[in-house]
């Protein structure tokens, strides 16, 4: 068993992160962090937390507190910039934020905005894509639900695509910008609505491109829904059974999945769970291989990806705690 405190839990990842960790057979909630709901109790988050199996809903501390209690984990539910100040408590830590992804400190002006305060830690940190990347360490920086996406298409076919024909269209639900209202948040601009943001310019391309080692077209857009996130995946391939190779690799796996040809992924397949679709089509015309992942940007993007990170390092079951299952509408 692994006490686990939770730092920032009032916004979308923190609320998600809880919720499993309630539901952990392996974890036992030691410290619930969050500077706006301080001395108030989780149901002021979410009211069906007081359905907890008949226990009373945890209250809400100070994050200063949570970070301090000595819990032998700790998720960071943090924004980037509040993320890369802090220093990292005793135990696993595993950041949510995109403030530890690059080991490189100069990645950080360009694409966060921000000067990392803490450069020299940034190589301890290591990447945790469960399918791809084994997390290492005590450190642990969780991908980002775009970059999720288009590495769990890509990643086991890197080197067997030409990288300079690999094109990423992908859209997200609107939960994927936070919880803090944004003029492109409200309702007026995202319902009946579709549009491109940070063209060229969002933090996600630079973790593809770590990740492929190449960098790539991507392209991310807006949603009129929740939560959900579709990546469409458009590569030249260097070699024929692009298919045969993402069966391979993921055919033990309890979270990704490789549907049938005659099946499609959806965003309905995959919203509230921990999983991922992915599809594979050939088109003819274009001489293109198209890969599609679907997966919620709450769950496999966040944090269903940091349990199962957190999992693996401490030698618990990959699944144990994670949705891995939904009903369709």
């Known amino acids: 068993m692994a006490s686990v405190a939770l730092v920032g ?159 990423i269209d992908a859209k997200s639900g609107i939960s994927g910008a936070g919880r803090e209202l944004k003029a492109s948040s409200h309702a007026g601009f995202v319902l009946e609505n579709v549009s491109p943001y940070r063209v060229g310019r969002h933090q996600h391309s630079p973790e593809i491109a770590q990740a492929l080692g190449f960098p790539v077209c991507f392209v991310p857009h807006l949603l009129p829904v929740r939560r959900g996130l579709i990546a469409t995946c458009y590569v030249k391939a260097l070699e024929p059974d692009l298919r045969e190779r993402l069966e391979a690799a993921y055919a033990e796996s309890h979270v990704v999945s490789v549907l049938p040809e005659d099946m499609h992924p959806e965003l309905a397949h995959v919203q509230g769970t921990d999983a991922a679709e992915l599809a594979v089509y050939d088109d003819a015309q274009s001489g293109r291989t198209v890969i599609v992942c679907a997966l919620d940007n709450l769950g496999k993007g966040a944090a269903g990806q940091a349990v199962q990170n957190a999992n693996l390092v401490f030698g618990f079951p990959e699944e144990h705690g994670l949705r891995l299952s939904g009903v369709l509408v």
Do not use: K, M
């Open 9 to 167: 839990a009032s916004g979308y990842t923190g609320q998600e992160t809880l919720d499993r960790v309630l539901a952990h057979p392996d974890f036992a909630l030691h410290a619930l962090g969050s500077d706006s709901l301080a001395g108030r109790d989780a149901t002021a988050l979410d009211p069906r937390l007081n359905r907890n199996g008949g226990r009373r809903a945890p209250v809400f501390i100070p994050n200063e507190y949570a970070l301090d209690s000595g819990a032998d984990l700790t998720f960071l539910c943090l924004p980037h910039e509040e993320a890369a100040a802090l220093r990292p408590p005793r135990g696993v830590v595993i950041d949510l934020s995109g403030a530890h992804r690059f080991g490189d400190p100069a990645v950080y002006p360009q694409w966060y905005g921000f000067e990392h305060p803490r450069p020299a830690e940034l190589p301890s940190w290591s990447y945790g894509l469960p399918e791809l990347q084994a997390p290492e360490g005590r450190w642990i920086a969780n991908p980002g639900c775009y970059a999720t996406a288009a590495l769990l298409a890509l990643g086991p076919i890197r080197d067997v695509i030409d990288p300079e024909s690999v094109v």
